[in-house]
């Protein structure tokens, strides 16, 4: 793995290419569930999946759509917005949950 390791807010993430988001023309990440081989174009559609495999959901901010796991400390915290859905969000839910899902490019 490469990238950037960036610090904000109290957390760590890895960006495998800075400023890709905004630059014209970057190949864009998607989140595939893996056994259906389902590409996540929602949140109805994630939730599904996470309900699926024991994830509940936690109602506490309105700012947040937010999931845990009750056999883990586990929790997945997502912009309620899904166009700020980001591939560090997809990242998080792939670590959570390796079996499951993982990150591509989108073709």
Do not use: C
């Not at 997945?76 to 792939?94: A, C, E, G, T």
Request: glycine fraction near 4%.
């Amino acid at each position: 793995m490469s990238g950037v390791w960036v610090f904000k807010n109290g957390v760590v993430r890895l960006v495998e290419n800075p400023g890709a988001d905004t630059v014209q023309g970057s190949r864009r990440k998607v989140l595939v569930h893996t056994p259906s081989n389902e590409v996540i174009t929602s949140y109805s559609a994630l939730e599904r999946k996470l309900t699926s495999l024991g994830w509940e959901r936690y109602y506490e901010d309105p700012d947040l759509l937010q999931f845990h796991k009750r056999s883990t400390v586990h929790l997945i915290s997502l912009p309620r917005d899904f166009s700020k859905f980001k591939s560090m969000h997809m990242y998080d839910i792939v670590v959570k949950n390796r079996n499951s899902f993982e990150v591509r490019d989108m073709s």
